[in-house]
């Protein structure tokens, strides 16, 4: 049990949290909290259920003050294993995320339970598709299965840049952000073992792939005003709760809305926060992003809603072409006949790229300030 957290200063190399880390998963070692290299962080101590805590992670803040979450061992190794399950076996793994965010962590704590040192992508210039086919190489020509976790970004870079070393991982889970349809579509049809995720610190990263809960994670929703629900997780792979704040029920509560196929299939609909109403009725980004990203010539969406006297809010595109772009009104009449009149973008901006935060996300609150 750990009485104390230690931060941990991790450079985009990453591997000084991997003795600390290997500590911590142990019991040997103090609960470890990655902060970016150069930051200082005091250590602080743990009371009671959180003593339970292997590691610290800070939740961006993206939607209200940063959190704490703490997460214990039995919780990083069950989510760790579960992921092996999933996709075929303990391998070896290519870290190429931030470790100070829990899909990074979560390379270096499966690469631990594995058995296998990672390889590590150097983040310090930025990610690039030569240096990702450089650290690749030596991994893919050691025997075993491999593996490495991408953001979409990373994906459609290396897709236009050397697709021929993705082919040789046996399986890339995609998380972080959502994945244009577009794009999933273009990595398998090129033959990569692309697996989606779904997930969030309290629940030690991914949790649910292509859709189905990982072995043990539970899934339900909520009640909402929509043909959907709030999602709500359970299972081993919970975290503890946040400092000074126990997940007492054993469920916790997502910001994210989401509906259950026939076949029990997860479908992620975006953030709760994010639904748009406009003229009384409600929105869901997520859907409107899922039209025009399929239309040729979009190769990245995001879609907001802006304050409107007549309306409440207006729905609003800011659209990454990918070669000649389709027009407005092109855009207008796809979401009219695939969501319907009422999510009909009533701007819609052509723009050459989308802020992005953290690993890989969308800033929402970039792209609605974009438009003035």
């Not at 709030?230 to 997502?254: C, H, K, N, S, V």
Request: some cysteine; overall charge negative.
């Amino acid at each position: 049990m750990a009485d104390v957290v230690e931060a941990v200063p991790v450079s985009l190399g990453a591997l000084e949290l991997l003795e600390p880390l290997r500590a911590a998963l142990d019991g040997t070692g103090p609960a470890v909290l990655p902060v970016p290299f150069g930051q200082v962080a005091a250590p602080f101590p743990l009371e009671g259920w959180e003593r339970g805590a292997a590691l610290v992670i800070t939740t961006s803040g993206s939607t209200g003050e940063p959190k704490s979450v703490l997460l214990s061992a039995p919780a990083l190794r069950a989510s760790a294993t579960a992921t092996h399950d999933r996709l075929g076996g303990p391998g070896r793994w290519l870290l190429a995320l931030p470790a100070t965010h829990i899909a990074g962590v979560q390379v270096l704590v499966r690469s631990l339970v594995a058995g296998h040192e990672p390889a590590v992508l150097d983040l310090a210039p930025g990610f690039r598709a030569d240096a990702f086919a450089d650290a690749a190489g030596p991994l893919l020509a050691s025997p075993g299965r491999h593996y490495t976790a991408l953001v979409p970004t990373q994906l459609a870079r290396l897709l236009a840049e050397d697709v021929e070393v993705l082919r040789g991982f046996d399986g890339v889970l995609l998380g972080g952000a959502a994945t244009p349809p577009t794009l999933l579509a273009a990595a398998r049809d090129a033959g990569v073992r692309v697996v989606t995720t779904y997930g969030m610190s309290e629940t030690a990263g991914g949790c649910v792939y292509d859709g189905v809960p990982l072995d043990g994670v539970r899934v339900r929703l909520s009640q909402g005003g929509l043909p959907a629900g709030r999602i709500e997780l359970a299972g081993p792979t919970l975290a503890l709760g946040y400092r000074g704040q126990r997940f007492a029920d054993g469920w916790f509560r997502t910001g994210d809305l989401g509906r259950l196929g026939d076949d029990g299939v997860l479908e992620v609909l975006g953030r709760a926060d994010d639904v748009i109403i406009t003229g009384g009725e409600n929105v869901p980004p997520a859907l409107v992003e899922r039209v025009i990203s399929a239309l040729p010539g979009v190769r990245e969406v995001c879609v907001v809603g802006l304050p409107d006297a007549e309306w409440g809010q207006v729905v609003a595109a800011a659209v990454v072409p990918a070669g000649p772009p389709p027009s407005a009104e092109d855009v207008r009449s796809a979401v009219r006949t695939g969501v319907g009149r009422a999510a009909v973008p009533k701007r819609v901006v052509f723009v050459p790229e989308l802020p992005t935060r953290g690993p890989g996300k969308v800033d929402r609150t970039a792209v609605a300030r974009s438009f003035g």
